[in-house]
């Protein structure tokens, strides 16, 4: 079920509740005005007693009893004044958590001048965190049972500003909010089949059935696309590919989307998504404990291909080719083994010392693929290294570059997002760590700096366009539950993606 959002109040439409963002300076304010008299004063009783402070992440329900007209429960939610969009998105998403509670069909969400008036936010920004906020959090996990499970959606959202002077004082102030939640609903849509993707199981999604997927979201929004089977990848030199795939069963798919929404243009974004859809980690095996979340190893593809969706909504005037190598990394009689040389699509050959540093050998193909189709600039999305979460926990993206200019718009965007990404340094010296005396390049430079050292390694097949590397491997998969996030997948940096690609370059 979708969630219709509106800007503008339910006027007489009965609604299951209303959710009022309320500050812990205005709960401190003796003469402030919320909802109504009685409902106000059940508030600040509240506030009074210590179970609601205005803090963010609380909300506490309130039965209405007929005191308000038209609504069975008024929601409290605090938020932090002059958070910008990232608070907007907190609150958003905590008032959905207690509506998911109430199993809340139908919300009007008041929010306070102050709350979309933060320095630096527009009304557009305001009404995309909000909408984001709204769907990512009431998103959970289909658990595969027999029995039939629906997951919660809220059917009607109505956003309104207390007060009627920002509601009068622009004649495109509605038109904002519209525009504001069509992106934020494309973002999210886009993000929660990210998620839905990178949660199915490691026997029901191999490469295969990801390109069938991806020929999918080409027709229904028109891209061309082309699907290179292990055949053609042999004729196309895509031994990275291959070489990380022969050990499987299931046969490797290199999956390219084209979107042309600037023709006139040459300039052309390659975005390259990770796609291993199981990695026991080959003949390097991965110990048991945890082995079951490499189901997520295709969480890059997964970003990718949501941010395609979301750019098939919203159409920005910019040329993508997306490219997903996939492959499924697998220990049997004819898989690679530690000490093969192997030649990549570009020419270079690389060491294989380590199977189980395979997303990185079909990122290589994966970027001359998208530079052979005319990429000119050039982002991998990838969960690379164990390392990046022992850099950056759980809390953000790494990111490697060879151009700061282009590593400053990913970060601009990221911020927008509200998806954190934290550059690391690429000094000449790590280079040294991936040299080989056997080929052109080793795979792994070690346990040092391996965050580092993996994306200096895609790096090199950037052909010196620039190039950013996100290592995701801390991010895209969550054992508990956080404020947007649920259990399993996460869908992150679809949303950095889609704001990338409206960046102004």
Partial sequence: MSTFFTYGTPGAEPIDAVVRFISTRELGDASAEWLLPQIDQAIRSLFIKGLFKGEAEQAHVIQTLGLYPSAEHVIAVGYEEQSGADGLRLAA??????????????????????????????QQQAAQALTEGLKLAVHDRLPEKREVKTRYAIGKVYF?????????????????????ITRGVAC?????????????????LVPEGLATYAEELARQYDFDIEIIDEWTAAEQGMGGLLGVGQGSINP?????????????????????????TFDTGGISLKRAPGMEEMIADMGGAAAVLGAMQAIG????????????????????????????VITMMNGLTVEVVNTDAEGRLVL??????????????????????????????????????????????VREASERA?????????????????RSEAADLKNSGGREAGTITGGLFIGTFAEELPWVHLDIAGVSFRESAKA??????????VRTLVELMHAKA
């Avoid at 001048?113 to 936010?121: I, M, N, P, Y």
């Avoid at 490797?252 to 796609?275: C, D, F, N, S």
């Avoid at 290294?385 to 200019?405: E, F, I, K, M, P």
């Fill in 252 to 276: 490797p798919r290199m999956i390219v989307l084209h979107y042309k929404g600037a023709p006139g243009e040459q300039a052309t974004w390659g975005l390259i998504g990770k796609g291993i």
């Fill in 484 to 493: 947007l996030e649920p259990k399993g997948g996460t869908g992150v940096m």
């Fill in 93 to 122: 998403a905590t008032a959905a958590k207690a509506l998911k509670r109430i199993k809340a069909q139908s919300v009007h969400v008041v929010l306070p001048l102050s709350a979309v008036e933060a320095e630096g936010l527009s």
């Fill in 160 to 180: 309104s500003i207390a007060g009627t002077s920002a509601q009068d004082a622009a004649s495109d102030f509605s038109e904002q909010w519209i525009a504001g």
């Fill in 418 to 434: 509200g998806e954190r990404v934290w550059q690391l340094p690429a000094y000449p010296e790590y280079k040294k760590q991936i």
């Fill in 313 to 340: 909504e919203l159409k920005p005037a910019v040329n993508i080719i997306a490219v997903i190598p996939s492959a499924e990394n697998m220990p049997s009689d004819r898989a690679l083994k530690p000490g093969d």
């Fill in 188 to 204: 999210a849509d886009g993000v929660i089949s990210a998620r839905d993707l990178t949660n199915i199981a490691g026997n029901k």
């Fill in 364 to 409: 290589g193909d994966g970027l001359t693929t998208a530079i052979r189709r005319g990429a000119t600039k050039l982002v991998d999305v990838a969960t690379l290294t164990g390392a990046v979460s022992v850099a950056l926990g759980s809390q953000a993206t790494g990111a490697v570059t060879n151009h700061d200019g282009l590593m400053q718009q």
